[in-house]
């Protein structure tokens, strides 16, 4: 007497047919996803050019500074005052320069915040929604199967 070995996968197969998978859903979920890697992207590439921009500005004053500085003067006082004014103009410009990187960041900050959010809302919403269609679709199929 030969036995028959169970065919497991007509068994998989009726199984998986049975609870269909919602490609449609997946689908969302990578479109938000997307988006909110572009939308962060975008925050960071323009707070980068910021930083850029703000960092080629305070070298290009710095130098236009050193350059008054390294001028000939006709007393030796002048040398030491010339130092001086290069110094806390160097100083005043530092703190001017370091307010301007903090309200970069402080906005690179707030995006990203207000990103996060509204994609933690959106995915909350199409989980939300995948779930509702999913239990829809079991329990059709408990109910088809019961028959």
Do not use: C, R
């Amino acid at each position: 007497m030969a036995t028959k070995t169970q065919d497991f996968t007509a068994v998989m197969k009726d199984m998986m047919g049975a609870f269909p998978v919602d490609t449609k859903a997946m689908e969302d979920a990578f479109k938000t996803q997307t988006t909110l890697a572009e939308k962060l992207s975008a925050v960071s590439i323009d707070a980068a050019q910021k930083s850029t921009d703000l960092s080629a500005k305070w070298a290009q004053d710095t130098l236009a500074k050193m350059n008054d500085m390294t001028k000939a003067k006709s007393e030796p006082a002048d040398y030491a005052k010339a130092m001086t004014d290069f110094a806390s103009a160097s100083a005043e410009a530092a703190s001017e320069h370091m307010a301007a990187y903090a309200e970069i960041a402080k906005k690179v900050q707030t995006e990203t915040l207000e990103l996060m959010m509204a994609a933690g809302k959106d995915m909350s919403e199409d989980m939300s929604a995948a779930a509702k269609k999913a239990t829809a679709e079991v329990t059709a199929a408990a109910k088809k199967a019961a028959k």
